[in-house]
């Protein structure tokens, strides 16, 4: 599985932002999909994920009623959309594939097997 995560750039504080994975192969609808993040100085930290079908997704509390996860697994595709933007949201977004989960998300970066490339996300304020 090849993932290519897009979407980043440069924003104001409290703008919107939305972010797109793009996965190659015909088992993407078949994975749980993570959206994790990472400032320079700091570890790569989980923002948010999604189950296979959609129908389960989970948020970390410093992202929770601003970013909303969602996929199309017609097109083999995990969005980010990305509210109420802030300072502390800058940092450099990675998507990735857990293909052992399915149903359940897990906050874990190295419980996922495929990463993207990564795009940056700088918030001004």
């Known amino acids: 599985v090849q993932l290519q995560a897009f979407g980043g750039g440069l924003v104001q504080a409290g703008g919107c932002r939305r972010l797109s994975c793009a996965a190659s192969g015909r088992t993407f609808k078949t994975y749980v999909m993570g959206w994790f993040r990472q400032a320079p100085g700091k570890e790569r930290e989980f923002v948010a994920g999604?189950?296979?079908?959609?129908?389960?997704?989970y948020y970390a509390d410093s992202v929770k009623g601003r970013f909303t996860i969602s996929r199309d697994n017609a097109k083999n595709t995990v969005y980010l959309q990305m509210n109420n933007l802030k300072p502390e949201d800058t940092a450099v977004y990675y998507c990735g594939a857990d293909q052992d989960h399915i149903a359940q998300v897990t906050t874990i970066s190295y419980e996922y097997d495929y990463w993207g490339q990564g795009t940056q996300v700088t918030v001004s304020s």
């Open positions: 999604i189950s296979w079908s959609g129908g389960t997704t």
